[in-house]
């Protein structure tokens, strides 16, 4: 099933450019459909969790060859990424309960497996964020998704951010986050 959007790809490239690795150092290391996968697709791409999970972690070793968790490193500098310009302003007057929120609303933008939702403990300095009905879901996304979540909620201007993933469940996945 097709079930990961690969906008992701496109950022995964330019970062390769940036740290002076060529495409053909990611090429090397996955299969040829692996290998076209990431070569062709389009941002608006879907492709199944597993192949999609494969090019993720063969560019994120690539990218942070030194960093304990690749993947994990990754999603969070995407997060800084993405939220440029008005966005990180914005970030910056949002509560991170709001963050999070969102960013579980726009959960089905980028997957089509999986519901998002989140916990709040605002008086813990804590969350839960959650996706369930996703049996599949591929161990190198969700490295990087909880990467996202962390670079999100730093922008918030938050401190000691920290996420760790809770497999308490074979469909059920759990990032729970702390700051202060």
Do not use: M
């Given at each position: 099933m097709t079930d990961y959007?690969?906008?992701?790809?496109?950022?995964?490239?330019r970062r390769l450019g940036e740290v002076g690795v060529s495409e053909d150092s990611v090429l090397s290391q996955l299969s040829p459909d692996d290998g076209e996968l990431f070569r062709s697709a389009l941002p608006l791409t879907w492709a199944p969790g597993p192949a999609a999970g494969r090019v993720l972690r063969a560019a994120c070793l690539l990218i942070a060859p030194h960093d304990p968790n690749p993947l994990h490193e990754v999603g969070r500098a995407m997060a800084g990424d993405h939220m440029n310009g008005m966005y990180r302003l914005l970030l910056r007057f949002t509560s991170i309960s709001t963050v999070v929120e969102k960013a579980a609303t726009l959960w089905s933008t980028f997957h089509k497996r999986g519901k998002a939702r989140v916990e709040h403990r605002p008086s813990e300095n804590c969350g839960i964020f959650i996706?369930?009905?996703?049996?599949?879901?591929?161990?190198?996304i969700r490295a990087n998704v909880g990467g996202y979540i962390q670079?999100?909620?730093?922008?918030?201007?938050a401190k000691s951010v920290n996420v760790k993933e809770n497999e308490s469940s074979h469909d059920t996945w759990r990032w729970i986050v702390h700051w202060s």
């Open positions: 959007k690969c906008s992701t790809f496109d950022y995964l490239r996706v369930e009905d996703y049996p599949s879901f591929d161990a190198n670079g999100l909620i730093e922008l918030t201007g």
